[in-house]
T-cell receptor, first 114, second 112 residues
Framework: NAGVTQTPKFQVLKTGQSMTLQCAQD?????MSWYRQDPGMGLRLIHY???????DQGEVPNGYNVSRSTTEDFPLRLLSAAPSQTSVYFC?????????????FGPGTRLTVT | GENVEQHPSTLSVQEGDSAVIKCTYS??????FPWYKQELGKRPQLIID?????GEKKDQRIAVTLNKTAKHFSLHITETQPEDSAVYFC???????????FGAGTRLTVKP
């Protein structure tokens, strides 16, 4: 199993550009989520999904879109990048329901917006 | 939504000493409380978790306690080792991992 994979590892964008961060998991997990990590602020939830076709907003959703067309993939779209979106982005997945427990995190994407 | 506060932000101990990290949460309906460890440049990994029907859970040198009345939970690491040096995050959620909120993290340094 590859676990949770994220691409790209690093990305530099100019203000106003758009891009999609990719996330995939091969563990058949129903739950997937996106976090951003900034120094001194921990992990903040952007969006999450409890299954294909279902998404919901987390703590800091503004400026980001998600979709969940398959169980495996959960891409995060930045619509118009801003310097405030410079961060490390982590995708995570886990089981739902009675099997829910550990969230497995991807390796992260370091995004810089200039 | 849920709000999780974590203290201290940094903690330095001598090898072999104990370390305690404390978190408080705001929503009394929260029922799942995991702790994650993140080494420098790596992804967070679960080290222990507890659900609201349990007051304490142990796994070798690591233990977590939960006080639902006071809405706080703590991570205890005994006989600390240099490899315990990392950032530790607490978290809370209402149901499983849904809409999970994390504390700001504690940077633990264990001096040999």
């Amino acid at each position: 199993n590859a676990g949770v994979t994220q691409t790209p590892k690093f990305q530099v964008l100019k203000t106003g550009q758009s891009m999609t961060l990719q996330c995939a998991q091969d563990m058949n997990h129903e739950y997937m989520s996106w976090y951003r990590q900034d120094p001194g602020m921990g992990l903040r939830l952007i969006h999450y999904s409890v299954g294909a076709g279902i998404t919901d907003q987390g703590e800091v959703p503004n400026g980001y879109n998600v979709s969940r067309s398959t169980t495996e993939d959960f891409p995060l779209r930045l619509l118009s990048a801003a310097p405030s979106q410079t961060s490390v982005y982590f995708c995570a997945s886990s089981y739902q329901g009675s099997l829910a427990g550990e969230q497995y995190f991807g390796p992260g994407t370091r995004l810089t917006v200039t | 939504g849920e709000n999780v506060e974590q203290h201290p932000s940094t903690l330095s101990v001598q090898e072999g000493d104990s370390a305690v990290i404390k978190c408080t949460y705001s929503d009394s309906a929260s029922n799942y409380f995991p702790w994650y460890k993140q080494e420098l440049g790596k992804r967070p990994q679960l080290i222990i978790d507890i659900r609201s029907n349990v007051g304490e859970k142990k796994d070798q040198r690591i233990a977590v306690t939960l006080n639902k009345t006071a809405k706080h939970f703590s991570l205890h690491i005994t006989e600390t080792q240099p490899e315990d040096s990392a950032v530790y995050f607490c978290a809370a959620s209402l149901y499983n991992n849904n809409d999970m909120r994390f504390g700001a993290g504690t940077r633990l340094t264990v001096k040999p």
